[in-house]
């Protein structure tokens, strides 16, 4: 991080130099820490659209290019070359892995796709009819309460436990609130499967038959995974960051990072999203819908379109568009009508005056439930596949984050417009 450069703040007669911090990439930074000690004022910043909360070495976004790295490798060549959890060992570790290294942690993410048997308990106290989303949001907090030797956040040995276990466990208790609210048994991780298909089997395999996961299947899920892994500090890292900054165990981190997720800001938007495609039903409807999302005085907004960062194609969109083809073409399915209602709305929404100078594009959720429903998930398992794929980069941010001499209780100001200061009046005088 290069200093040198400052900025200087006029108020009220007095001048403050600011510290200008340059990064690898990006915009500029003005350093505002001492700003409240030095002048008294603090800066106001609602949904922190101009405020860098951290330095880390993890994700980096072009909003305006379009660009997604990890660790400095563009998303594209990730989802083309690489795999899912050669993509978790860079996150974790921040370089790629040599053989040996691969191979060691993938024995060491296997050996603890099991969950304590007592789980299997827990689950029967929800509902049935439960979003899965809930039921993780439960269950992934309740680890916790079972796996007492990784929760000293001091120790860095129990740290790296932490995680493994959260890689490794997180797909086992996604796949069984599914099985849960199919009424289902729960099927165990079979550990000579790799991390994608084990999912797979542990969703869709009944004990009743054999059941082959499909090697291409197999491959498009491991994708989904890579394109969701980390994306710097959105609301849910943004929440798992600021629930472990008060020293937090990272179980109960995670299991916040998932509720926020849940939004359909946010990772709810890819079910949101499927759901409207369908809602919309045929191409002829298209307009109507746009000019709702136009209509300042109706809340519906085109599910999956948008972001706050990038105001330019998400590369995610990009590769899972043509992802949502292969799958499709695999699968044999031809004519699919929620994805002739996806291309064709795009393609008008990208001509579209409003999007046009809104810069809203397609963003990752926008094909995403294509894929997951040709593959046979319900849409409630949508963003539970979302929330898996992003403990990686939740679990990352939580570690970089602990390991910072720097780091402090995530403690932001107000701009308080409430009652100025009045004295108590009793009951009979009210
Ligand atoms: N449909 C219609 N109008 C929109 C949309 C949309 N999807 N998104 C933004 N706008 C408009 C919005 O009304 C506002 O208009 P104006 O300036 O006239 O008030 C303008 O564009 C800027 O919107 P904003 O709400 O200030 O932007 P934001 O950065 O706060 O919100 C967002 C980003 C992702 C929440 C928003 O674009 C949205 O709600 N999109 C739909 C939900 C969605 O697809 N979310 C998934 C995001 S990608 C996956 C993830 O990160 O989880």
């Known amino acids: 991080m290069a200093e040198g450069k400052t900025a200087r703040l006029h108020l009220e007669g007095k001048d403050y130099d600011l510290a200008v911090l340059s990064p690898t990439a990006g915009p ?32 980096y976004i072009d909003g305006d290019k379009g660009e997604l790295w990890y660790r400095g490798y563009p998303i594209e060549q990730l989802a083309a070359q690489s795999h899912y959890l050669e993509v978790c060992y860079l996150l974790l570790y921040g370089e790629l892995p040599n053989p040996d290294q691969l191979l060691d942690f993938e024995t060491r993410v296997t050996r603890h796709t099991m969950v304590h048997e007592q789980m299997h308990y827990f689950f029967r106290g929800f509902r049935r009819d439960s979003h899965p989303m809930a039921t993780m949001v439960g269950v992934v907090g309740a680890m916790s309460a079972f796996y007492h030797d990784s929760i000293d956040i001091n120790d860095p040995v129990q740290r790296e436990i932490a995680s493994i276990r959260l890689i ?9 609130a599914y099985k849960y609210s199919l009424g289902q048994p729960f099927v165990y991780p079979r550990n000579e499967l790799d991390y994608a298909s084990n999912f797979l089997h542990m969703c869709f395999s009944v004990p009743a038959e054999p059941y082959h996961v499909d090697p291409a299947l197999s491959r498009a899920m491991d994708r989904i995974f890579t394109l969701h892994a980390d994306h710097e500090q959105n609301a849910s890292t943004s929440t798992v960051r600021l629930a472990g900054s008060s020293g937090a165990n990272p179980f109960a981190c995670i299991a916040a990072g998932i509720a926020c997720l849940w939004g359909p800001a946010h990772g709810g938007a890819n079910q949101a999203c499927l759901e409207m495609l369908r ?28 972001h706050r960062v990038y105001k330019n194609f998400d590369p995610r969109a990009k590769v899972m568009k043509e992802s949502a083809d292969e799958v499709l073409d695999l699968l044999g399915v031809h004519n699919n009508p929620t994805l002739q209602v996806a291309k064709e ?5 990208l001509e579209d005056e409003y999007f046009v100078s809104k810069k809203l594009y397609p963003n990752v959720d926008f094909y995403s439930g294509i894929i997951l429903e040709a593959m046979g998930f319900p849409t409630s398992m949508f963003t539970p596949i979302f929330a898996l794929s992003r403990t990686v980069g939740w679990i990352s941010q939580w570690k970089e984050m602990i390991a910072d001499p720097q780091n402090k209780i995530g403690r932001p100001r107000q701009l308080y417009v409430g009652a100025p200061r009045r004295d108590y009046k009793p009951l009979d005088q009210r």
């Open 279 to 306: 809602e919309i039903g045929s191409v002829e409807r298209i307009p109507e819908f746009l000019a709702r999302a136009k209509d300042k005085n109706d809340p519906f907004r085109l599910m999956g379109f948008g």
């Open 28 to 59: 500029d930074v003005v350093d505002i820490r001492k700003l409240y000690g030095d002048a008294g004022v603090f800066t106001y910043d609602p949904g922190f659209t101009s405020t860098a909360s951290c330095d880390s070495t993890i994700t």
């Open 345 to 349: 709305l795009e393609r008008i929404a």
């Open 168 to 176: 490794a466990k997180v797909p086992t208790i996604a796949a069984m």
